[in-house]
């Protein structure tokens, strides 16, 4: 649970008002306080900001500290996590290989409220260059998992096979008034500006971005904290 309303209103704010503050629109306001929008790190530090609270104090759980808690947090423990490959579009990669898995070592939970993440993909090339640059690294859960199911408005991993080979992009998932589903592009280079059908039975969206790392310069591959998590999921 939230307090978002709780703490609107305590402050004498229209859902108009705080949607100006947050740089957003006033029917997203209304979806996250009803709770039909995901509250995702990035929501969480967008709002507080806007609100001017701690992020700790938008959450409703007396099990968290109501302090400055980063919302990336090593304290919580360590876990190693499959190195799946690499996300770009038109990049396809052997599904099997005779290389040994790589893994890296993240936080056990992220966000609020945490969650695991299950996986790590790289970034490759400028096809997520407004959200997600060029060799970094973004974690991930099972899409069928508990963080499940996927909403419009997710940042998401989705994979198309072909033969024995495998392509993986990051795009913004989003359902429009017709029950379409689309791949949102995250890019204003030229050649990934258009959004992608999710065909079924073409495309499987397989993980869920739940925050995003850097684990270029860490030692033993441990992940460091860098707070972009999701869209707004508008059409």
């Known amino acids: 649970m939230h307090r978002i309303r709780t703490i609107r209103e305590n402050k004498g704010w229209s859902r108009r008002q705080l949607a100006s503050a947050a740089e957003t629109s006033e029917s997203q306001i209304v979806k996250l306080e009803r709770g039909e929008r995901r509250l995702t790190v990035e929501w969480l530090?967008?709002?507080a900001k806007a609100l001017d609270v701690l992020p700790a104090e938008i959450i409703e759980d007396?099990?968290?500290?109501?302090?400055?808690?980063?919302?990336?947090?090593e304290d919580v423990g360590m876990k190693r996590v499959v190195l799946a490959g690499q996300a770009a579009p038109g990049?396809?990669?052997?599904?099997?290989?005779?290389?040994?898995?790589?893994y890296v070592t993240v936080p056990s939970f992220v966000g609020f409220p945490p969650v695991q993440a299950d996986f790590v993909v790289q970034i490759s090339g400028p096809a997520t260059n407004l959200v997600y640059p060029d060799g970094s690294h973004v974690l991930c859960a099972n899409a069928d998992g508990p963080v499940g199911p996927v909403r419009s408005g997710d940042h998401v991993v989705a994979e198309r096979i072909d033969g024995e080979k495998l392509e993986r992009r990051v795009a913004e998932y989003r359902v429009d008034e017709m029950g379409n589903e689309w791949l949102w592009p995250l890019s204003d280079h030229?050649?990934?500006?258009?959004?992608?059908?999710v065909d079924s039975g073409e495309t499987r969206i397989s993980g869920i971005v739940v925050a995003m790392a850097d684990i270029r310069a860490v030692p033993r591959g441990t992940a460091r904290q860098t707070h972009k998590v999701h869209g707004d999921g508008n059409l």
């Open 190 to 197: 030229r050649d990934h500006k258009a959004p992608l059908p």
């Open 62 to 73: 007396e099990n968290i500290p109501r302090g400055n808690q980063p919302l990336i947090n």
């Open 91 to 102: 990049l396809w990669q052997p599904i099997m290989t005779e290389d040994p898995v790589h």
């Open 45 to 47: 530090n967008r709002l």
